[in-house]
Each structure stands twice: as C-alpha cells, then as structure tokens.
C-alpha cells in the first residue's frame, strides 16, 4: 500500500523555524519527484516546492522562495522541508505528495498525497 506521512508540523512564533518529514512506506521514494503543497482556509491550493527525482532539481514559490529548503534523504526514504522565517501567511496544512511530472516552472502536477500536517504561525 502506497502511503505518504507527514510529521513535524506546530506552532510557532513569526521568524521561527519548522522542519517537515515526509515518510513513504509501501514504495521507493528515489523514483518519485515529490511536492509540498500547504491549503489554508479559503485560500487555493499552493504548491510551494517539489524535487526531482532524477538529479534533485527543485522548484520554490515565490511566496517562500529563500526561506524554505526541500531535500531528500533516499537513504531513509523521506523527503522534507526546512521553513525559515515563518510568517503568519504561511499558517495552513502542509501535504506531501508524489509528482506526475517534475517541472521547473510550477509545482502542481501532485498524484498521491499524504493526510497532512498542521502549521501554525503565530504570536
């Protein structure tokens, strides 16, 4: 069974720091380019980064783009992401998922996802 998790979510104070684990069991993550994409209240889907799967290529938002990083440890076959700097703008819940397609212009083409993780910012 293809299964995605997501951990590491909370609360945090504005300029604080989170990092996200994406934990698949079920398949092999190094053939996958995965994505995070985060859904607030109200708002759209955002795709905020992916990674390929190929020679690690990744895509940022301009909404976090120097501030998040996205990574992959095939070893422990578990994708994540390390946000900096966090702004009450990026309050919602964030899910990882596999990608149909890698691309470098937009993060959007998601498969299978996890059930997400809470992200918080606030004072």
């Known amino acids: 069974q293809v299964q995605l998790v997501e951990s590491g979510g909370g609360l945090v104070q504005p300029g604080g720091s989170l990092r996200l684990s994406c934990a698949a069991s079920?398949?092999?993550?190094?053939?996958?380019?995965i994505g995070w994409f985060r859904q607030a209240p109200g708002k759209e889907r955002e795709g905020v980064s992916c990674?390929?799967?190929?020679?690690?290529?990744?895509y940022y938002a301009d909404s976090v783009k120097g501030r998040f990083t996205i990574s992959r440890d095939n070893a422990k076959n578990t994708v994540y992401l390390q946000m900096n700097s966090l702004k009450p703008e990026d309050t919602a819940v964030y899910y990882c998922?596999?990608?149909?397609?890698?691309?470098?212009?937009?993060?959007?083409?998601?498969?299978?996802w996890g059930q997400g993780t809470q992200v918080t910012v606030s004072s």
């Open positions: 998922a596999t990608l149909m397609a890698y691309s470098d212009y937009d993060c959007t083409d998601f498969g299978s």
């Open positions: 079920g398949f092999t993550l190094d053939y996958y380019a």
């Open positions: 990674i390929s799967s190929s020679d690690g290529s990744t």
